[in-house]
């Protein structure tokens, strides 16, 4: 990828769960840059989702610039034992959350999220399974939950974020995009230095 390519992402902030669409370009295996005009709003952890990939690519906001911020793919992520230090953030995000164990969608409310986890509320709260998936809007990509406490109209639960797999290695040589069919390449005109 040449060093000024920009490329579509999705930016999920995971401190508070929304989602904006951004450039990313100056990929290195290390990080990259990101440009949008929403970039102020960014806490330091959140996850890209490139074209071309099915899951999330966790990143760490180190430096901000004007409209743009620079993200390392190699900062070290919190341990499980230090989540409860993360910071809950009030929310108000409508999410539909369903689970693979039977046919029920609930549409619920975040109310305060983090990196690990997430409050939701509503009247059916007492009716979630153990395992869920929560599908928020702009994030095509469901994140898996785990209830681990419930309490009138509200139940924690813990997020297992869709991730790209750390032994994968990331490949950021993209292709182009190949030219349709129908239109073949207009001939090169040659130019001199003298006019002709």
């Known amino acids: 990828m040449s060093d000024n390519a920009k490329v579509s992402v999705l930016v999920v902030d995971l401190a508070d769960m929304s989602c904006f669409e ?6 290195t295996k290390e990080g990259c840059w990101i440009v949008s005009d929403r970039i102020d709003s960014l806490k330091q952890e959140i996850g890209l989702r490139l074209q071309g990939f099915d899951r999330l690519l966790p990143a760490t906001v180190v430096a901000y610039g ?12 919190s341990e499980q034992g230090e989540k409860r230090r993360e910071i809950r953030r009030p929310v108000w995000i409508s999410a539909m959350v369903s689970s693979p164990e039977n046919p029920y969608v609930y549409k619920l409310q975040i109310i305060d999220a983090s990196r690990s986890g997430c409050r939701l509320e509503g009247e059916k709260v007492e009716w979630l399974p153990e395992k869920i998936e929560i599908s928020i809007p702009g994030l095509d990509l469901p994140i898996n939950g785990r209830v681990v406490w419930r309490g009138g109209k509200n139940a924690g639960v813990r997020l297992d974020w869709p991730f790209e797999p750390d032994t994968k290695p990331i490949d950021f040589t993209l292709d182009p995009e190949p ?3 129908d239109e ?3 001939p090169k005109r040659r130019i001199s230095a003298f006019g002709s």
């Open 22 to 27: 951004a450039h990313a370009h100056s990929f």
């Open 179 to 181: 030219e349709p069919a």
């Open 184 to 186: 073949r390449p207009k």
């Open 66 to 77: 004007d409209n743009e911020v620079k993200v390392t793919f190699t900062a070290k992520r």
